[in-house]
């Protein structure tokens, strides 16, 4: 599903009713102060898809699934996750998953135990958590379960957050840099993962600033900038060769009236640099991003 306008009425809103949407923001705004974080943001995620939040560090992906899973509350807008208002936190948690950007997990635990703790915590029952935990083990290869999790290196906390996100077979998966700290076969090992999500029909959303893991698994990808989506659509489609440049077709633009907009452009292809870009990692691929000032006709 492509980024939705805001309706012309209340009556005219679509995707809010679209049964194939498992995320819909209408107008999501973060502002701390005087600073927007994400600005004025329209989505629409099909379900069973993986959609890629692509950006640099700073671009408001966090921000943005913080909100979507009910954590960080709207300064304006509204979003609904699994049919279920972002507002009705208590509702939401029983069909979302999430990995934060920082696994949380209690070090003197053992894997083991983190786990069944965390899914007692999801109401899960213990035949269920364990079953479970042993087919999520095995599948993410953590062969040290019973090992206190202080031990564990970066990349093994991150598999133990994964399998706490996945571990109750939610609706609806957000995972924010989900492949962070891993070696190459874990990452695929993820990779693969999410694609079984998928298939098995849960929505996944991840966020990254790493293109090889949005070109492997996403269906859709949005690219984030300055807290705005510039540009969105099937991750081959948004792939351009070197030189060429997509701007957001469907972004909200100001009234005509003004006397000069921002205008995202969007370079993909390898080799890109520019002293005015943004950059997101990618090898062989990158990403630039730069805002031209553009006055109106």
Same mark, same amino acid.
Request: aromatic share 4%.
């Given at each position: 599903m492509t980024p939705t306008e805001p309706p012309a009425d209340e009556s005219d809103g679509n995707d809010a009713a679209d049964p194939k949407a498992a995320v819909v923001a209408d107008g999501l705004t973060k502002r701390y102060g005087?600073?927007?974080v994400v600005e004025d943001l329209y989505l629409g995620i099909e379900a069973g898809t993986v959609y890629g939040l692509l950006g640099p560090n700073g671009a408001g992906k966090t921000t943005?699934?913080?909100?979507?899973?009910?954590?960080?509350?709207?300064? &304006?807008?509204?979003?609904? !996750?699994?049919g279920v208002p972002v507002s &009705?936190?208590?509702?939401? !948690?029983?069909?979302?998953?999430?990995?934060?950007?920082?696994t949380p997990i209690r070090g003197q635990f053992t894997g083991r135990e983190q786990l069944a703790h965390h899914g007692r915590l999801r109401g899960m029952e213990s035949r269920e958590i364990d079953g479970r935990t042993e087919a999520l083990l095995e599948r993410l290869a953590l062969d040290s379960a019973d090992d206190r999790v202080v031990t564990y290196s970066k990349g093994m906390r991150r598999k133990v957050g994964l399998i706490q996100a996945i571990m109750h077979e939610p609706?609806?998966?957000?995972l924010d840099e989900p492949t962070a700290g891993l070696d190459p076969r874990a990452t695929r090992t993820v990779r693969e993962v999410v694609t079984e999500l998928a298939d098995g029909g849960t929505t996944v959303c991840l966020s990254t600033h790493i293109l090889p893991v949005v070109e492997a698994v996403a269906d859709r990808v949005g690219i984030c900038h300055e807290g705005e989506l510039v540009a969105e659509g099937p991750s081959k489609e948004l792939r351009r060769a070197p030189g060429r440049h997509r701007s957001n077709p469907r972004g909200r633009l100001p009234p005509p009236d003004e006397r000069a907009r921002r205008e995202p452009v969007i370079a993909i292809g390898a080799g890109q640099r520019s002293t005015d870009s943004t950059l997101i990692s990618g090898y062989p691929s990158s990403i630039s991003i730069r805002v031209r000032t553009v006055q109106p006709s």
């Open positions: 005087d600073t927007a943005t699934i913080r909100m979507l899973t009910g954590l960080a509350p709207p300064t &304006d807008g509204s979003a609904r !996750v699994a &009705d936190r208590e509702t939401l !948690v029983s069909q979302i998953g999430y990995l934060p950007e920082s609706s609806v998966v957000f």
